[in-house]
Nanobody
Framework: QAQLVESGGGLVQPGGSLRLSCTAS????????IGWFRQVPGKEREGVSC????????VYPESVKGRFTISRDNDKNTVYLQLNNLKAEDTAVYYC??????????????????WGQGTQVTVSS
């Protein structure tokens, strides 16, 4: 059964770092565009990073550019999201998602058809 599992969330102080993992079972991640999204209760889900399946290009919104880094480890069938210099406003549930095909990724949810269960990131002193 195809499945995505996120891990690595937790409580961290402002300025701290976390590394989130998204591991797939039942399919190979390298054939998919991967997106990381986050959601705060009462707000729309926001794309924070993605990596393309066509050319491994990456996309970040201005709110996280220079602080978040997405990467793939094809041997482990895992995609990571490194979160550095975390701020209180980064607090959210973080989800990874896959979009099939050899495509350039986008931060729009459209086309992402498999989602993990989410991992909570809380930034607080």
């Amino acid at each position: 059964q195809a499945q995505l599992v996120e891990s690595g969330g937790g409580l961290v102080q402002p300025g701290g770092s976390l590394r989130l993992s998204c591991t797939a079972s039942g399919f190979t991640l390298k054939n998919y565009a991967i997106g990381w999204f986050r959601q705060v209760p009462g707000k729309e889900r926001e794309g924070v990073s993605c990596t393309s399946s066509s050319d491994n290009s990456t996309v970040y919104p201005e709110s996280v550019k220079g602080r978040f880094t997405i990467s793939r480890d094809n041997d482990k069938n895992t995609v990571y999201l490194q979160l550095n210099n975390l701020k209180a406003e980064d607090t959210a549930v973080y989800y990874c998602a896959t979009r099939p095909g050899r495509i350039v990724c986008s931060l729009d949810e459209y086309g992402y058809n498999a989602w993990g269960q989410g991992t909570q990131v809380t930034v607080s002193s």
